[in-house]
């Protein structure tokens, strides 16, 4: 059965901190990985990763992917209180298919 | 449109009522996504459509659900006879063509069945 895992579940950090979000999966026919950020309602895309060992990056925000090992990480430096938010990891299989991780909520405190 | 649209943004129904959800995608896009989030979890994968035709409904978790799109862009997830552990926030999302693409998520309907 297709499967996508996040760690930690929840985290709380201070402003200014840096995090790392894990996300491993498990899927037949992978064709990409995606995060998102959902605040209130709808989630909002990060990134798509589809090679191994490309970061992408988007100001304080990057990610990248590892298809060997199954994973990918995606990384917030000098975390501001508006980082507060859940982190969704998908993943995209050759069918299409879109399969989501719990999520890893994050707190940033002042 | 400029985004996807759902509505109602929230529903309460009682138990054993039929309910309709509406998803109205963003203009071209010919991807369209149903998924249910229930508090603290991660959407839940409902049904996938492409075009007219539901790609992979392999979600769906009992004959009560069923997903249309008889057009190819506005889709209706219809509830039949409601359950109170169907309470979720239903969320609906699009992609210009599935493959390449992110999806591109509306703000969800709130169904509370009492």
């Known amino acids: 059965e297709d499967k996508v895992v996040q760690s930690p579940l929840s985290l709380v950090v201070h402003e200014g901190d840096t995090v790392t979000l894990n996300c491993s999966y498990e899927v037949t026919n992978f064709r990409s990985l995606l995060w998102y950020k959902q605040e209130k309602k709808a989630p909002t895309f990060l990134f798509m990763l589809t090679s191994s060992g490309i970061e992408k990056k988007s100001g304080r925000l990057s990610s990248i992917l590892d298809k060997k090992e199954l994973f990918s990480i995606l990384n917030i430096t000098a975390t501001q209180t508006g980082d507060s938010a859940v982190y969704l990891c998908?993943?995209?299989?050759?069918?299409?298919?879109?399969?989501f991780g719990p999520g890893t909520s994050l707190s940033v405190i002042p | 449109g400029a985004g996807v649209s759902q509505t109602p943004s929230n529903k309460v129904t009682e138990k054993g009522k039929y309910v309709e959800l509406r998803c109205d995608p963003i203009s071209g896009h010919t991807a369209l996504y149903w998924y249910r989030q229930s508090l603290g979890q991660g959407p839940e994968f409902l049904i996938y459509f492409q075009g007219t035709g539901a790609a992979d409904d392999s979600g769906l978790p009992n004959d009560r659900f069923f997903a249309v799109r008889p057009e190819g862009s506005v889709s209706t997830l219809k509830i039949q006879r409601t359950e109170r552990g169907d309470s979720a926030v239903y969320l609906c999302?699009?992609?210009?063509?599935?493959?390449?693409?992110?999806?591109?998520f509306g703000n969800g309907t709130r169904l509370t069945v009492t």
């Open positions: 998908a993943v995209k299989t050759s069918y299409d298919k879109v399969i």
């Open positions: 999302a699009s992609s210009l063509d599935g493959s390449g693409s992110p999806l591109h």
